[in-house]
């Protein structure tokens, strides 16, 4: 598992569902651990976006927004319901094209779809059954997305039918290469598109992002901590609240 210090796993589900390793195994000791993340991810996430995870049947899903908590709750869940594995988490944010090889390529030891310890590199373990989350993937046009989404491609039409595919990642829509972007068809979820469909359905038309911070009560200048998420997004931490901006919004 790859959680660099910069990025620590901000939403409460996916740290939960990290520390249990493997909800989904039959002989997990608490069934009611997973119906109470279902339960409280299903509160937080509501309407359009619970509407949209929920009707995604296939084996991978690719989350496009600015808001990491909402994008970890959505994968969280989309593992919940879809996932049959332990779940190999991955925090992507920043890491250069150099640093994404190395992470791609590097050999670890993982339990399969059959609950037994074998080896393989990252994609591998779709390949053998496992589930997968990209969390923050980088998705901008590159001869290492390019070569992914071949992976992808190809995992699609494996045979293999326990493996999931969860892909994050802050950049916008318009940029995402259309080649990648297609590889996952329907199953593209796009919190932008969601928030302005919610906003029609308020009658409020699209809603106009307003980027405030409100400081939690009691807070001072010492509790606020900034985080370089990449070369374009930049998360603010001040107590337990957190927030992304994207560096044109600041």
């Known amino acids: 598992m790859n959680t660099p210090n910069s990025t620590p796993i901000s939403h409460p589900a996916l740290r939960q569902l ?138 699609k039409s494996s045979e293999n039918n326990k493996g999931v595919l969860i892909v994050s990642t802050l950049t916008p829509p318009a940029d995402i290469p259309k080649v990648f972007m297609n590889v996952f068809e329907s199953n593209v979820i796009s919190l932008e598109s969601a928030q302005k469909m919610q906003g029609k359905a308020n009658g409020l038309g699209v809603p106009h992002t307003v980027n405030t911070f409100p400081m939690p009560p009691g807070a001072n200048i010492n509790d606020i901590k900034m985080c370089l998420l990449d070369d374009e997004n930049i998360r603010i931490d001040v107590k337990e609240e957190s927030k992304t901006f994207h560096y044109a919004q600041m």
């Not at 520390?19 to 651990?33: A, C, R």
């Open 18 to 155: 990290l520390l249990y390793e493997n909800i989904h195994h039959k002989d997990f000791p608490d069934k009611s651990v997973k119906t109470q993340i279902i339960e409280n991810l299903e509160k937080e996430i509501k309407d359009e976006l619970l509407d949209k995870i929920k009707r995604i049947t296939g084996r991978l899903v690719l989350l496009v927004g600015d808001n990491i908590d909402l994008l970890e709750a959505l994968g969280s869940y989309y593992y919940c319901i879809r996932g049959e594995t332990s779940l190999p988490y991955y925090s992507l944010y920043g890491e250069d094209v150099t640093e994404l090889n190395n992470i791609f390529s590097r050999v670890e030891s993982f339990y399969d779809g059959n609950d037994k310890i074998t080896e393989g590199k990252l994609l591998d373990r779709l390949f053998r059954g496992s589930s997968v989350f990209l969390n923050g993937l980088k998705c901008r046009e590159s001869d290492f997305l390019e070569k992914l989404t071949a992976r992808i491609r190809d995992f």
